[in-house]
């Protein structure tokens, strides 16, 4: 019975800690610049924050 028991509460914690991730949410995920002259400086700023419960890495980051 004590075996059965470790087992399960093992269980437990592995399925609870494989749902612990970090989750990236977008307030918006693209931007419609409209008719941009040449040479006219634009700017957008993207705000995102994490919503899971694990630290969220951002690396690697460039524009299209």
């Known amino acids: 019975m004590r075996l ?17 991730a970090p989750v990236l949410k977008m307030e918006a995920d693209h931007h419609d610049w409209g008719t941009v002259v040449p040479g006219q400086k ?6 995102f924050h994490n919503d899971g419960d694990e630290t969220l890495v951002v690396e690697k980051v460039r524009s299209t």
């Open 42 to 47: 634009t700017q957008c700023r993207f705000v």
């Open 4 to 20: 059965l028991s470790c087992l399960v509460l093992t269980f437990l914690a592995l399925v609870v800690a494989a749902e612990a």
